[in-house]
């Protein structure tokens, strides 16, 4: 069964820091390419970062700096690390992956559409 779980979301203060972790089962893991993704209250799903089999990552522009994705092929999870948070990056993040994506489509506007496996997301709460 392919299964995304993510984790690590919570509140958090403005300037502060939060790692999200996204486990990934049921298929070979360390062959997708993997990516976040978040979606802001009343707003559309957006890319974050992404991260190819190759270890080449994306970012969007609004994160470039403060955030950084990694992979851990041998755990089977993706990881978030998120720094200087302010309210603009409260959302629902979400893991997602697809063997056949490049890490630069995350940032496309047809970005939802090369990614097939999603998780349920979890959320992230910045408060000023």
């Known amino acids: 069964q392919v299964q995304l779980v993510e984790s690590g979301g919570g509140s958090v203060q403005a300037g502060g820091s939060l790692r999200l972790s996204c486990a990934a089962s049921?298929?070979?893991?360390?062959?997708?390419?993997m990516a976040w993704f978040r979606q802001p209250p009343g707003k559309e799903r957006e890319g974050v970062a992404a991260?190819?089999?190759?270890?080449?990552?994306t970012y969007a522009d609004s994160v470039k700096g403060r955030f950084t994705i990694s992979r851990d092929n041998a755990k089977n999870t993706l990881y978030l690390q998120m720094h200087s948070l302010n309210s603009e990056d409260t959302a629902m993040y979400y893991c997602a992956a697809d063997p056949e994506a490049s890490a630069l489509t995350v940032v496309a506007p047809t970005a939802l559409l090369d990614f097939g496996l999603w998780g349920q997301g979890t959320q992230v709460t910045v408060s000023s």
């Open positions: 991260i190819d089999s190759d270890g080449n990552t």
């Open positions: 049921g298929y070979t893991y360390s062959s997708y390419c």
